[in-house]
């Protein structure tokens, strides 16, 4: 196969480094991979996206355990949503701690801190004796939650070659619904034993996964993003060359992060000294993309929060972390068919998640959101339909109402596998430019768990306001807000790298000569021998 001629002369060349930008990402279509390359970047990103796993499987095990927590410990309804939904607020703050982590010690370490400190709350919920532990080692959890929803993405996208960079990043979402699935199995194995083991001994071996990702962590490089952030230009090199698909690639790759991380093109050695700004880097990273942003900036940072809101806001939390409750209001009764039915739920949501994570880089990220938003509104007012007939006629079972909402049910975790479910993590990762991705990514997590938090906390005491079938309603209207704003202000991003895809919302090639014109004096090559 002949390389294109705008291919051939991007070497060498520092002007068009745009035009040699797009040639090299339509070559990197239509070009074999380098497949040692390329399994590398898999396994790197498969090691990190294992972090999520964490938060799948808290939000699995706790749709089970919940049952024979309130059992055991004699706990009230409103304490059992705070149980429930409080792990999302500690998630808020782990995020923000994650952000300030990564870009201090970097993603690798951060990733490692987060399997540490959910090995931690793991074991604190399963040696529990009463509600107050109970909800120390809900904390403690949540901060973990918190680190690994945050870090995951950012360095699968960053590790990640543009034509696979969707593929990839996707696998944070695939390893929440592993986790999901298994928090389902274990609900299902460990339920016959003596009550006071049994949610006990689901919450605790949590653990063991996590525990087995710190070990895993330590064969991963770090992000090449992060080693230019810091200085560090040889080993960025060295990790580019290893998950690029072409050398050019590789060497296209870092001249774009270097301008990103306001590095002069003709500084090349092999560390560069970053000196911080007078008011210091982190406050203009905050001023930057918070307390003045520029137009480009604020599109940015309103697509990654609307995206994060409106995942949460449709009601998936409801569907999976109360589920044994919705089956038994559809008329499903008995632990063993509750938590069947969940298995099967949870079966449904990993299965379609993989046929998302092989179509986001086929078929992009915008026609796979909006098709999944559609159909979740389909389903969510099949389901308030079917819950609203189930509920009029209590002493009396309605087969069609019932199917209704079993079908709807599994459609709804399906549409939202393959669309709303990945590319929420996928789409924040790549829309951020380098220098303020671990807080935008932090900040969109964050909207995330707060959303989370609000549902979650709320579901109980909402359905008896306005009737669980009225609670599925109202998420089926936010859904429909949410299909409006996915096709208002939500982009196209397949196959371009992140450096690139600002311009999408606004950023020009000039306001990005002007960042590297004013941050030229922040580094200068230190000769190493």
């Not at 429909?480 to 996915?486: E, K, M, N, P, V």
Request: glycine residues 10%.
């Amino acid at each position: 196969m002949k390389m294109s001629p705008e291919r051939r002369g991007a070497e060498g060349k520092e002007e068009g480094s745009g035009m040699a930008s797009a040639a090299l990402s339509e070559a990197g279509a239509v070009q074999p991979r380098n497949k040692g390359n390329f399994k590398y970047a898999f396994t790197c990103a498969l090691c990190a996206s294992m972090a999520t796993i964490v938060l799948g499987y808290d939000v699995g095990v706790m749709s089970g355990a919940s049952l024979y927590i309130k059992r055991d410990l004699q706990i009230t309804d409103v304490q059992l949503e705070i149980m429930m939904g409080i792990l999302s607020v500690y998630a808020l703050i782990g995020s923000f701690l994650g952000a300030r982590t990564s870009d201090w010690v970097g993603r690798r370490v951060t990733v490692v801190f987060a399997a540490a400190i959910f090995t931690t709350g793991s074991l604190l919920m399963g040696f529990a004796v009463n509600y107050a532990m109970l909800m120390v080692g809900r904390f403690v959890t949540g901060i973990g939650v918190g680190y690994a929803i945050m870090v995951a993405p950012v360095y699968t996208a960053e590790v990640s070659p543009a034509s696979a960079r969707g593929f990839l990043t996707s696998f944070t979402e695939v390893f929440i619904n592993v986790g999901i699935l298994l928090g389902y199995v274990s609900n299902y194995a460990f339920a016959r034993l003596p009550l006071h083991l049994s949610w006990r001994v689901m919450l605790g071996i949590g653990a063991v996964p996590s525990a087995l990702l710190a070990l895993m962590v330590f064969g991963m490089p770090e992000s090449p993003r992060w080693l230019v952030m810091k200085g560090r230009l040889a080993d960025a090199r060295a990790v580019l060359a290893k998950t690029s698909d072409t050398p050019e690639e590789a060497v296209e790759r870092l001249d774009q992060i270097k301008a990103a991380a306001g590095i002069p093109r003709d500084l090349d050695g092999d560390v560069v000294v970053m000196h911080k700004t007078k008011g210091g880097q982190e406050k203009q990273v905050w001023k930057e993309l918070i307390f003045s942003p520029n137009p480009a900036m604020r599109r940015i940072l309103l697509a990654a929060l609307g995206i994060h809101f409106f995942q949460q806001a449709t009601g998936s939390d409801s569907v999976v972390l109360y589920s044994p409750r919705v089956f038994q209001s559809a008329g499903i009764t008995g632990d063993n068919h509750l938590l069947g039915a969940t298995c099967a739920m949870g079966v449904m949501k990993t299965l379609f998640i993989l046929v998302a994570t092989f179509q986001l880089d086929r078929v992009g990220r915008r026609p796979l959101l909006l098709t999944s938003t559609a159909g979740m509104l389909a389903c969510l007012i099949g389901l308030g339909t079917g819950l609203t007939v189930v509920g009029r006629h209590p002493d009396a079972k309605v087969p069609w109402a019932i199917g209704l909402c079993i079908v709807s049910i599994l459609a709804y975790v399906s549409f939202f596998s393959i669309g709303l479910g990945p590319l929420t993590s996928v789409y924040t990762s790549e829309v951020f430019p380098l220098r303020v991705r671990a807080l935008g990514f932090a900040l969109g997590a964050s909207c995330n768990r707060v959303t989370s938090a609000a549902v979650s906390m709320s579901f109980l005491s909402l359905s008896k306001a306005i009737t669980i079938g009225g609670s599925f309603f109202l998420y089926a209207g936010i859904a429909a807000i949410g299909w409006i704003f996915f096709f208002t202000f939500i982009p196209e991003t397949r196959g371009l790298p992140l450096e690139e895809i600002g311009k999408l919302f606004g950023m020009t090639d000039t306001a990005v000569e002007a960042q590297d014109t004013a941050t030229k004096d922040k580094a200068k090559v230190v000769e190493m021998n």
